[in-house]
């Protein structure tokens, strides 16, 4: 906030915060720069920003933005990326860990006093070293997950994306494959690839009927790639052993989703990248983002 101040007048407003929806709407009007994260900008929010140059995301995915109605009209995107890699692949691995081990349904256990003799096999985990881990989406945070896997788990690494990507650190230690036999060959599924067209509905019945059975799907990229009903169908029939969720079709979850109480599903609040030192880098850069934009230099981390 201080360094946006220094250079220009700043108007603070959340528009999913109903006392600040109108402060938010009356300033789109002289905007000529926005900053934040999450929320939809569409043509129905550019019409009302005709001095728009610049929106900087504080975010990698940039899902939320109508890029064509963006281009058209010249205004600048930027995002988030490599600041927050290592940070969201410690989440996913978290989520990873929590689900074979059963972190969370353990710890409960032990919290809800129902530890009174040594855990049996109904409470066992599963092995996660030595297991197959799958990447569906190999770009800097998939490849953050493959490195933890592979270097750290003595995990073989599958992955799929859709170019030829070179990771020379895992050069030996990460094999590209089909998008059909890293289904089939996963103990692991995470994905990290981003919300488009193409990936929208991509894990449906078909394909998490395609994975192993008993494999576990990790989603840290968006919860509309899932879909959601068939991953609940898959869970209730036992082909897939669990699922650890950072997002989800609409977010927050609402509290009537089934998602929320099934056993099989361990569910952050998309949290990958929320810790303190990564959300700060965040703003940091979409701060240098939004200042580089408006003073007409090439943003350090330009969508478009
Ligand atoms: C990102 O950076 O895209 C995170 O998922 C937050 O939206």
Redesign the pocket.
């Known amino acids: 906030m201080d360094r946006l101040r220094a250079v220009h007048e700043v108007t603070v407003a959340n528009p999913r915060v109903p006392e600040q929806r109108a402060a938010f709407f009356a300033a789109l009007s002289t905007v000529h720069g926005l900053i934040g994260?999450?929320y939809p900008i569409d043509p129905s929010v550019l019409a009302l920003a005709p001095c728009l140059e610049v929106v900087s995301s504080?975010?990698?995915?940039v899902d939320n933005y109508d890029r064509p109605a963006l281009r058209q009209r010249g205004i600048v995107l930027t995002?988030?990326p490599g600041v927050?890699t290592e940070t969201?692949a410690d989440t996913l691995f978290a989520l990873l860990m929590a689900c074979s081990r059963r972190v969370v349904e353990l710890a409960n256990h032990v919290r809800d006093g129902h530890w009174n003799a040594a855990i049996d096999e109904t409470l066992f985990g599963w092995d996660v070293h030595g297991k197959t881990l799958g990447i569906l989406g190999f770009g800097r945070i998939g490849q953050a997950v493959a490195r933890r896997g592979a270097l750290g788990f003595g995990m073989p690494v599958v992955y799929h994306h859709p170019r030829v990507v070179s990771c020379p650190e895992l050069a030996d230690k990460a094999l590209a494959v089909s998008q059909a036999e890293l289904l089939s060959r996963a103990d692991f599924l995470v994905l990290t690839l981003p919300l488009t067209v193409e990936t929208r509905g991509l894990m449906n019945a078909e394909r998490l009927a395609a994975m192993k059975s008993g494999a576990i799907l990790i989603n840290g990229s968006?919860g509309a790639v899932v879909d959601e009903a068939a991953l609940l169908a898959s869970l209730d029939r036992g082909h897939l052993r669990a699922a650890g969720l950072d997002?989800f079709a609409v977010e927050p979850l609402p509290l009537d989703s089934p998602l929320r109480r099934h056993p099989g599903v361990t569910a952050f609040p998309?949290i990958?990248?929320a810790t303190h030192e990564t959300r700060h880098a965040?703003a940091e850069l979409a701060t240098s983002n939004l200042l580089q934009a408006l003073a007409g230099e090439r943003p350090i981390s330009a969508v478009d």
Do not use: C, P, Q
């Open positions: 994260a999450s504080v975010s990698v995915g995002h988030t927050l969201t968006r997002v998309h990958g990248s965040m």
